[in-house]
């Protein structure tokens, strides 16, 4: 959740054909790059694989947690690390009940003193809250849920794959075409800088307002209260309004935010419901879908 204004634009990339005529040579390995989402069965393209970003994310995470531990700013207030452990650790089993090889990775949830108002999720599972972010908007348990399930929601839908994927394919459709075939073994200088320049860049309008959709899903799974999400954006467009919310030109203004949010609310609703009941009886969880 990056609340600074930001001015790079990003174009995006939808899994069709951008070349046809370059295309139709290599046809059958452009679309083995081709995914789908898990929870909203949308085509992704997936030019580079998650091991990949996962490698360099966590090369990114470590040089993140030893900057803020030679800061002294590594979760220097136990109770408020407790506190986001603690409900993100309610918010992760209920991801790896939709893709399972989650379940396999080293999940880490770390507090950072920093100016920044930001929260995120890199693949391998490593999860940061910037304190400043949670004095900023004073969230209730259920709106810190909403903030830890998006960038979860995030992780589990590839958005970081499909981000450099995008990146890759902007630059040259030839280039995209010959990566597509062996983007592992050509990941070298070039290729490196720009994924590792992408994975911290901002996500487009249509993944943001995937993961807030996914984001939602998980936290009423997990029994948190999804209108928590609509007060959440609510104190978001109170504070900064509409414009100064809209990251960059591709990113959904909060009353746009809050408007499908509402509908999701709805559709959740009687997840919810259950898995507060199961919380009141424990026993084991099943993830549900929610209504089309
Ligand atoms: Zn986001």
């Known amino acids: ?22 295309l139709v040579p290599l046809l059958p390995q452009f679309l083995t790059a081709c995914a789908s989402n898990a929870v909203t069965g949308r085509p992704q393209l997936m ?14 995470y470590a040089d993140l947690v030893e900057d803020a531990r030679l800061r002294r700013a590594l979760n220097n207030d136990p109770q408020t690390t407790e506190r986001v452990r603690r409900i993100a650790a309610r918010i992760i089993p209920q991801a790896s009940k939709y893709r399972p090889a989650l379940a396999d990775w080293n999940w880490e949830v770390n507090v950072f003193r920093a100016d920044t108002p930001n929260a995120f999720c890199l693949a391998g599972g490593k999860i940061v809250v910037n304190s400043s972010l949670l004095a900023y908007l004073q969230p209730s348990d259920d709106e810190l849920a909403q903030i830890l399930s998006h960038e ?29 075939q062996r983007i592992d073994t050509i990941y070298t200088k070039p290729f490196r800088g720009l994924v590792e320049e992408t994975v911290t860049a901002p996500n ?11 984001g939602i899903l998980l936290a009423a799974n997990a029994g948190f209260d999804p209108y928590a999400a609509v007060t959440l954006w609510e104190k978001v467009r109170a504070r900064q309004g509409d414009q100064e919310v809209s990251f960059n030109s591709t990113h959904p203004p909060a009353s746009e935010r809050i408007a499908a949010l509402q509908v999701e609310v709805q559709r959740v609703q009687t997840i919810y419901r259950e898995a507060q009941k199961t919380l009141a009886a424990p026993q084991a969880a099943t993830p549900q879908a929610p209504a089309p």
Request: with cysteine.
């Open 47 to 60: 030019l580079v694989s998650e091991a990949t970003v996962t490698s360099v994310s966590m090369g990114a």
């Open 1 to 22: 959740m990056h609340l600074l204004k930001q001015t790079k634009r990003r174009r995006s990339f939808r899994c069709r054909p951008f070349v046809a005529g370059l």
């Open 204 to 214: 487009s309008r249509q993944t943001e307002l995937e993961a807030d959709r996914v």
């Open 152 to 180: 979860i929601a995030h992780t589990l839908s590839g958005h970081g794959q499909e981000k450099i994927s995008n990146a890759i394919a902007s630059r040259t459709a030839l280039k995209a075409l010959a990566i597509s």
